[in-house]
């Protein structure tokens, strides 16, 4: 059975996940299925609330990050993290979207970003360090306790 996507090797970043279909924006390109809850924050951990932390099983995990992603973060009825197209995505293309949508820090990725997009930000950082038009541009793409704390920390600095 297609599932619509698979693992490749990419010559840049090593593995990733690549379509072997095209989907259509708003489409759901990745079913997440939590694996794992952990106590704390890991290498290879997905961010799932302000303090709560999973391993995500499959392929999911295996997706690489782009400042300029075709695909964004949508929770599914379990609490785990879908993938669901930004934008359409053709047949072939690297799956990718931006860690920011779900780490609100990123503890873990210090070396510079590979992604090689036009409008790559060099590093890879969480959502707080952010900058406001790309929050917009992800508007409805991002884990929702992202949301929830920019409201907190901003009242907090108020
Ligand atoms: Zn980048």
Not at 34 to 47: C, G, V, Y
Not at 114 to 139: F, H, N, Q
């Amino acid at each position: 059975m297609d599932d619509g996507f698979e693992l490749r090797v990419s010559d840049r970043k090593g593995e990733g996940i690549f379509a072997t279909r095209s989907f259509k924006a708003g489409e759901t390109v990745m079913v997440g299925v939590i694996e794992k809850r952990l106590k704390k924050n890991h290498s290879h951990a997905s961010q799932i609330g302000e303090n709560e932390y999973v391993f995500h099983a499959g392929s999911i995990s295996k997706v690489n990050h782009s400042c300029n992603p075709n695909c964004g973060i949508r929770i599914n009825e379990t609490g785990a993290h879908d993938f669901a197209a930004i934008r359409e995505i053709i047949a072939d293309e690297e799956i990718t979207f931006d860690y920011a949508m779900r780490n609100y820090g990123v503890d873990y990725f210090p070396k510079e970003c590979m992604c090689g997009s036009e409008i790559c930000r060099g590093k890879v950082t969480g959502w707080k360090d952010l900058p406001e038009a790309r929050k917009t541009i992800y508007e409805g793409f991002v884990a929702p306790y992202l949301l929830e704390m920019d409201i907190k920390y901003c009242a907090e600095q108020a």
